[in-house]
């Protein structure tokens, strides 16, 4: 059996493995998956040990699936969880995710705060509710006890490289995205951690992406069953990951992603600063940055159109996803002037607001199911765009948007992606970008020559299409700065 290395993407709602050989080419993969609790308003939070237990399970299922083990694994991993734990690395609280929105009085008040700005370009993370630093400071004043017992606070990357190696270490990228990361100096913040409370020495020890290590402590190797030579690259952020993976590191190139939620993302030797929409700036290594803004409100939008407005029911829902798009398929671009603002969840960039929601505008007599269906992926499309814009304009022109994640699957969805944002679509690589980018940084670390990344497919854009799409997005835009006093009034009547 050839060489091979191991690439483990640890999502929010699941862990995935991919393994590739030396020449780049697919092997096997194992998915596991874990739930994600809503005990509260606000509230979203997993159990650490279920993620690592997932962990485990991938490396053992490709172990035996391919009969033996990796040369190297290396690490993606989702942004903005946080995590109390004690000296030991035991977990004493479940993780706060990304979605976690119990600290957004926080964050608008850091915002807006005479150090807002400065935290911002300091740090390259949003100043929202998603941010680690907003996280810590609500745990401070409102888990007190809770805040107090804290050895360190960490990510679920370092949970599991603490179960790995028995040492706290966390990588520049997941770093980054924590808004205690000085993005220049590639060091923790004073000022960030004096805010949240904390002293740096209860943060991890900051490392390179390319961080390599290998010897398991005994209770890891026991589990594992790994060689002792097996290599563990400490890797990168899913989002960072992608862009490596999905071979967007070019200028006038940029990377869309849409699983639950979404982003676009460009790769740059210099941050990209947009304090009124928060631009992110995270690190894929100690000189390159990725820059660019998420929404919420990606597939997990989608899957809410599909349950609530498909009359019929299948007994799958691959058959239930195939009658949307043949539904869809049969309404005009711009459904008949109907449109979606599909804050569902509220939304990250570029509006940074926790207190919107959907709105579906210009409902006529003769709209469909159909209608309601095109529409709102229109408007999942449309709130990309305006991610897409604000980038372009805080940084230079793009022409061509690499694509990533499950939507790939679907052409009517890619193809209106194309015609809404004007741009040349490619399909790099699967739903698999952040894998296969962890598995790129591996190769840079054990000095393998990275196999060429060959485009699958071209997706043009129907520019009389986009011309009519333009239109409605300026709508889509004013509704939204029009609607959103309203959005607030009701938000705050129904607390």
């Known amino acids: 059996m050839q060489p091979y290395i191991l690439g483990i993407d640890i999502g929010t709602g699941s862990t995935k493995a991919v393994a590739v050989s030396l020449k780049g080419e697919p092997i096997a993969e194992s998915q596991f998956y874990y739930p994600i609790s809503n005990p509260e308003p606000g509230y979203s939070e997993q159990e650490p040990n279920q993620i690592l237990d997932a962990f485990k399970q991938c490396i053992s299922s490709i172990q035996t699936h391919i009969g033996e083990s990796p040369l190297a694994i290396s690490l993606s991993c989702a942004m903005h ?9 035991n977990a004493l609280a479940a993780i706060m995710t990304w979605a976690d929105s119990r600290s957004e009085v926080i964050a608008e008040r850091l915002r807006f705060s005479d ?3 400065m935290l911002y ?23 007190t006890s809770l805040f107090k017992a804290t050895f360190k606070f960490i990510s679920i990357k370092e949970f599991i490289w603490h179960y790995l190696f028995s040492d706290f270490e966390v990588d520049y ?51 594992l069953k790994l060689p002792p030579e097996t290599k563990f690259i400490i890797g990168a952020s899913d989002g960072c990951c992608a862009n490596l993976g999905s071979n967007t590191i070019k200028p006038g190139v940029a990377a869309i992603t849409i699983g639950t939620s979404g982003a676009v993302r460009i790769t740059g030797r210099q941050p990209v600063y947009n304090f009124d929409s928060m631009t ?17 409100n990606g597939g997990i939008v989608f899957k809410w159109l599909v349950n609530t407005f498909l009359t019929e029911k299948f007994e ?6 195939s009658k949307v798009f043949e539904d869809i398929n049969t309404v005009n671009a711009g459904s008949n002037g109907l449109i979606f603002l599909p804050y569902l969840y509220g939304e990250r960039a570029p509006i940074w607001d ?30 990309l765009l305006h991610v897409l814009e604000t980038i372009e304009t805080s940084s230079a022109p793009i022409n061509q948007l690499n694509i990533s994640g499950g939507f790939i699957n ?36 054990l000095d393998i020559e990275k196999p060429q990344n060959e485009y699958q497919k071209f997706i043009e854009p129907n520019l009389n299409l986009h011309q009519s799409y333009i239109h409605s997005f300026k709508i889509f835009k004013l509704l939204y700065t029009n609607l959103k006093d309203t959005m607030h009034l009701v938000n705050n009547q129904l607390k």
């Open 121 to 143: 370009r300091s740090n390259g993370t949003a100043i929202h509710a998603m941010s680690p630093l907003c996280k810590i400071i609500w745990m401070k004043e409102n888990k």
């Open 173 to 223: 990228s997941v770093a980054s995205a924590t808004g205690l990361f000085d993005i220049l100096s590639l060091k923790w913040d004073t000022k960030a951690c004096e805010l949240a409370g904390i002293s740096t020495n209860q943060l991890s020890k900051p490392v390179n992406t390319t961080y390599l290590r290998f010897g398991l402590n005994e209770k890891a190797q026991q589990v």
């Open 81 to 89: 969880s946080i995590l109390p734990v004690d000296t030991k690395g």
């Open 115 to 117: 150090d807002g700005e």
């Open 410 to 445: 679907s052409p009517t969805w890619v193809q209106i992606l194309a015609d809404i944002t004007g741009k040349k679509l490619s399909i790099v690589q699967t739903e698999d970008a952040s894998a296969i980018g962890a598995i790129y940084l591996a190769m840079e670390a």
């Open 354 to 383: 926790t207190k919107n929601c959907g709105v579906f505008f210009n409902i006529k007599p003769n709209h469909t199911q159909a209608h309601f269906l095109r529409a709102g992926l229109e408007g999942i499309c449309f709130a």
């Open 316 to 321: 799958n829902e691959q058959d239930a996803y």
């Open 280 to 296: 992110f700036n995270y690190l894929l290594n100690e000189h390159t940055f990725v820059s660019g803004g998420a929404v919420n």
